[in-house]
């Protein structure tokens, strides 16, 4: 999936979705909103926090209210796109432009900053404990340098190395991505360190 460093790009680059993704920009830079790249997408941030997503796929285009569970959702519009996985973040969908209400997507960005401004936010447990997957585990065993960077990585790194390799179904997919990981890992980098700003 390409990065891209400017919104313009992105929306240029959309092959289905341009004309929604055009839509939802100029109503959210309508809004106290600041516009931004983060990951590769487009961001809308409030007092330098992550509030709004944007994003175009296959069937959809979306907004991603980053602590959509906190809204109160009075259209039922938000969902939960990673079920157990994702306890903050949520999502709306729309199918085509007509679906796009533009007083209704104000309401929840105002909504949103009025949570932001309060404080509340949701964060993320990081008491739980790293279950790293029997194929991690002697991959590491194998590669002295790599179990002595993995244990010095923190949790939440080793929790996203575990969880690549967890989330693998087939056995040929576990040991591809644990050859991709291991010289990261012996590097001292997280799995998702490009993408942190």
């Given at each position: 999936?390409?990065?891209?460093?400017?919104?313009?790009?992105?929306?240029?680059?959309?092959?289905?979705?341009?004309?929604?993704?055009?839509?939802?920009?100029?109503?959210?830079?309508?809004?106290?909103?600041?516009?931004?790249?983060?990951?590769?997408?487009p961001?809308?941030?409030?007092?330098?926090?992550?509030?709004?997503g944007?994003?175009?796929?296959?069937?959809y285009?979306?907004?991603?209210?980053?602590?959509?569970?906190?809204?109160?959702?009075?259209?039922?519009?938000?969902?939960?796109?990673?079920?157990?996985?994702t306890?903050?973040?949520?999502?709306?969908?729309?199918?085509?432009?007509?679906?796009?209400?533009?007083?209704?997507?104000?309401?929840?960005?105002?909504?949103?900053?009025?949570?932001?401004?309060?404080?509340?936010?949701?964060?993320?447990?990081?008491?739980?404990?790293?279950?790293?997957?029997?194929?991690?585990?002697?991959?590491?065993?194998?590669?002295?340098?790599?179990a002595?960077?993995?244990?010095s990585?923190?949790?939440?790194?080793?929790?996203?190395?575990?969880?690549?390799?967890?989330?693998?179904?087939?056995?040929?997919?576990?040991?591809?991505?644990?050859?991709?990981?291991?010289?990261?890992?012996e590097?001292?980098?997280?799995?998702?360190?490009k993408?942190?700003?």
């Amino acid at each position: 999936m390409k990065r891209f460093t400017s919104v313009d790009d992105y929306i240029a680059a959309a092959e289905v979705w341009q004309d929604e993704l055009i839509r939802l920009r100029e109503i959210l830079q309508k809004t106290p909103l600041t516009e931004t790249v983060k990951w590769g997408s487009p961001c809308y941030t409030y007092n330098n926090k992550m509030l709004v997503g944007l994003g175009a796929f296959k069937s959809y285009v979306g907004l991603w209210f980053y602590q959509g569970a906190l809204l109160s959702d009075p259209d039922g519009v938000l969902i939960n796109a990673q079920e157990g996985r994702t306890k903050a973040m949520r999502q709306w969908r729309f199918s085509s432009k007509k679906d796009i209400k533009v007083s209704k997507i104000r309401a929840y960005v105002k909504e949103a900053i009025a949570l932001q401004e309060a404080g509340k936010e949701i964060k993320p447990d990081r008491s739980k404990p790293v279950v790293v997957p029997p194929e991690l585990k002697a991959a590491l065993a194998s590669r002295k340098a790599a179990a002595t960077q993995f244990k010095s990585l923190s949790k939440g790194k080793q929790r996203e190395y575990a969880d690549y390799i967890a989330d693998a179904q087939r056995p040929a997919t576990k040991e591809k991505r644990i050859t991709k990981i291991l010289p990261m890992i012996e590097a001292g980098a997280g799995l998702n360190d490009k993408y942190r700003c």
